[in-house]
């Protein structure tokens, strides 16, 4: 794909976003998912419009796009984000599978405006029991018996 289709689709989601922020449906956030040259998914951040604080653009392009189609990959598609990805949109960026991902603003850039996901970033690195957030883990011996089945069954479907 040329550097001209690519910032065109940029162009796009930066679009997107300006629309999101005019229409103070949510963040400044817009998503364009393209697979072969053409965009079939799109998204916006509609976090306080939905109520839903994982309806960041990201998400909601990923939904739009695996829907479209009918599959839980991206395989072959490019994913184009006004701006750099948060670790929760990141994260399933990774699971879907695209071919790659372009970025317009920075995590930096968004901190600046006071969406700093950098707490979480440090967080993850540390330890479950130096956390802010109180985790405990339960039942683990009765939880083992799913992944055993799990593991054992014939009609999963690997992803």
Do not use: H
């Given at each position: 794909m040329s550097i001209d289709q690519q910032k065109k689709f940029m162009r796009e989601?930066?679009?997107?976003?300006?629309?999101?922020?005019?229409?103070?449906?949510?963040?400044?956030?817009?998503?364009?998912i393209v697979k072969n040259?053409?965009?079939?998914?799109?998204?916006?951040n509609e976090v306080t419009k939905s109520n839903d604080p994982t309806a960041h653009?990201?998400?909601?392009?990923i939904r739009n796009a695996c829907e479209k189609l009918n599959s839980f990959q991206l395989d072959?598609?490019?994913?184009?984000?006004s701006c750099e990805p948060c670790p929760m949109c990141l994260g399933a960026i990774?699971?879907?599978?695209?071919?790659?991902?372009?970025?317009a603003n920075s995590k930096k850039d968004a901190a600046e405006i006071n969406f700093d996901d950098n707490f979480?970033?440090?967080?993850i690195k540390l330890p479950i029991h130096e956390r802010k957030l109180t985790i405990t883990q339960l039942l683990r011996d009765e939880a083992q018996s799913v992944f055993l089945q799990w593991q054992e069954s014939e009609n999963k479907i690997e992803y």
């Open positions: 989601a930066i679009r997107l976003s300006m629309e999101n922020v005019q229409s103070g449906n949510g963040g400044p956030f817009g998503t364009v040259g053409k965009i079939i998914a799109t998204g916006v653009a990201e998400m909601i392009a072959g598609c490019d994913i184009y984000c990774y699971w879907a599978r695209p071919k790659s991902i372009y970025f979480i970033y440090q967080e």
